[in-house]
């Protein structure tokens, strides 16, 4: 499991978080959702090990992430943030390689170490094809999908349990197909053992992938629970200030909220 | 850059390391005298005097100086291109970031306790006093930059000038007290050249040198993962910390030895990687081993053409490696403003 209890965060004498808490278990989707600045992003960063807590703390099967080393909760937890990475010339096969952990040794004539997943994972994505291209090159939804499949590879072979994979608005430059594609590989990812945390502004795809969700507002936790405890008209009007309730589609599963 | 302008870089090496054998070859047997190699061998009725003398001026004074060419450049190249890489600034060099003239700086002040550059020791001692020199302008350097929490990238460049003006300050007062023997000797010496190279001095190049090459090595995935942000390289395992700490001590290591050694080399350090990620070398496994070899082969010809070009006088090492770097460097931005 990987928890964070009692999270505090100031910034600039601003208050990010303040006594957040929220955990995510093996082969479960923790949707983090809340209106822009609501801290979504900094608790991501503390969950990732990137921040160390100053006053509250983060584990991972118990152990605090300080605890681990850098490559071995690597191997244990993969990101994806919601900024675009810099390209540097760098080619998409090479994120790849790094990400898998190619040894550099074997880097000028790199075969990946499992091409058949690694291809899997690309053609899943749409992005078959695309190995040569250079990262800044992508569009920023070819981009962001492309990290994605990194995360995923960084993550190693197909039992994922007790992996985590953080997600930051992992869907914000996704057209409805390519939306469609990854919600379909998270549920695939779930179904390997992944513990999933999503931060989304996309409360439709919060409600319909989230096993639980968890509703923040001004670094402070408002509610938590099954989505369609927490994404009501009630607490969405009192959290976004907007009148928002779920719409279905002929089938019945919650295709947006309006 | 176009993909067709990539050079696949196991040819390129390949090429690398003919031309550096070549040019060895040719500067051995080029100097202000004619001696040469062949002329060892070739000639048997030469008298045994000047036989001995060529002789001397190819294992004394010409091989030690091609080596030491080779290892300085190497060993200059790799830590630009492994500070560019660490710091994820195409500007950052062991001359920009006040390393050069912080270990300029400590081997003068070692000159001056020594007396004169003279033996094992005092070449010893001045490596020490480069390295630390080295150590204290790069920490300040350092400390100066993590000030600037938004941009530690800029911060650097502009703690690096602060530091750089620091150091020659200090090096200026220095040549106030040194005596007029001192004064010369200090003068040649930080114009750089690979004049004074004695047989000896070459192990004390060659350890810092693979020390250097052979960490930076290691950490070539790390460095790869740092082209693609610090978050990223985080995210991907890599230890930020330790890894600071290993290739910021290899690279002072490197260049504070062959600065005691042969001076503050310019531009080396910056114009090499640079001109090798144009061919496509982008990844740290295949442009770290093409900087070795390409540093080394630039300052072998750099000292050649010192050597050569206003024969029987020598001219200063960095004035060459600055005539080459500068217009060089000049025309890598000119274009890159030009794609931007």
């Known amino acids: 499991m990987l928890e964070a209890s009692n999270l505090s965060f100031v910034a600039g004498g601003r208050t990010v978080l303040d006594r957040m808490s929220c955990a995510v278990r093996p082969a479960t989707v923790l949707a983090l959702v809340g209106p822009n600045g609501a801290g979504k992003t900094t608790v991501l960063r503390h969950l990732a090990g990137e921040i160390v807590p100053q006053s509250g703390g983060v584990r991972l099967d118990g152990l605090p992430l300080a605890a681990w080393p850098a490559e071995t909760l690597a191997r244990r937890r993969a990101v994806v943030s919601a900024q675009t990475i810099p390209g540097n010339w760098f080619r998409v096969s090479d994120l790849l390689d790094l990400a898998t952990g190619e040894t550099d040794a074997g880097a000028i004539d790199a075969s990946p170490l499992a091409p058949s997943r690694r291809s899997a994972l690309l053609a899943a994505l749409d992005l078959s094809g695309s190995e040569a291209a250079r990262l800044d090159r992508l569009s920023s939804g070819e981009q962001q999908r492309l990290r994605l499949v990194a995360a995923l590879l960084q993550l190693g072979g197909d039992d994922l349990r007790g992996r985590y994979l953080l997600l930051d608005e992992p869907t914000s430059h996704q057209d409805p197909r390519h939306l469609r594609g990854i919600e379909v590989l998270l549920r695939a990812v779930r179904e390997q053992g992944a513990g999933i945390v999503l931060s989304t502004h996309d409360l439709a795809l919060a409600a319909r992938l989230g096993d639980e969700a968890v509703l923040i507002h001004g670094g402070a936790f408002i509610a938590q629970g099954a989505p369609h405890e927490i994404l009501t008209p009630t607490l969405l009007l009192e959290t976004y200030g907007v009148p928002l309730a779920p719409l279905r589609d002929a089938a019945g599963r919650i295709a947006a909220f309006g | ?340």
């Open chain 2, 1 to 340: 850059m176009p993909v067709s302008s990539e050079i696949p870089s196991r040819g390129l090496a390949v090429v690398l390391v003919a031309a550096l054998v070549a040019s060895a070859l040719l500067a051995l047997n080029s100097g202000a005298t004619p001696a040469s190699l062949w002329g060892l061998y070739a000639s048997p009725e030469q008298d045994a005097r000047a036989l001995a003398r060529d002789r001397a001026i190819l294992l004394e004074l010409r091989l030690p100086r091609v080596v030491a060419s080779l290892l300085v450049g190497a060993a200059t190249a790799v830590s630009g291109a492994v500070l560019q890489g660490l710091f994820r600034n195409a500007l950052a060099d062991p001359a920009l970031l006040g390393i050069m003239s912080g270990a300029a700086l400590g081997a003068g002040v070692v000159l001056l306790g020594a007396g004169q550059w003279g033996g094992l020791e005092v070449r010893l001692l001045g490596q020490i006093g480069a390295i630390a020199g080295a150590a204290a302008a790069f920490f300040l350097v350092w400390s100066l930059a993590c000030r600037f929490a938004a941009d530690r990238t800029q911060g650097l460049l502009l703690a690096g000038i602060a530091v750089n003006a620091a150091a020659s300050a200090g090096t200026g007062l220095l040549t106030f007290l040194y005596s007029d023997s001192q004064l010369r000797t200090f003068v040649f010496w930080t114009l750089g050249g690979m004049g004074g190279v004695e047989r000896a001095a070459l192990p004390f190049l060659l350890a810092p040198t693979g020390i250097a090459l052979w960490i930076a090595l290691r950490q070539a995935r790390a460095l790869d993962c740092l082209a693609l942000g610090e978050q990223t390289a985080f995210h991907l395992g890599v230890d930020l910390a330790r890894t600071r700490r290993l290739l910021v001590g290899g690279s002072l290591l490197a260049v504070g030895a062959s600065v005691a050694i042969v001076g503050p080399i310019s531009f080396v350090g910056l114009v090499v990687p640079h001109v090798l990620r144009l061919t496509g070398a982008v990844r740290h496994a295949r442009l770290l081993p093409l900087c070795a070899l390409f540093g080394a082969l630039a300052v072998l010809w750099a000292d050649l053409l010192a050597r050569i070009l206003v024969r029987p006088q020598e001219l200063p090492l960095g004035l060459v490696t600055a005539a080459f770097g500068a217009p060089t460097f000049a025309y890598l931005l000119w274009r890159r403003g030009k794609q931007a």
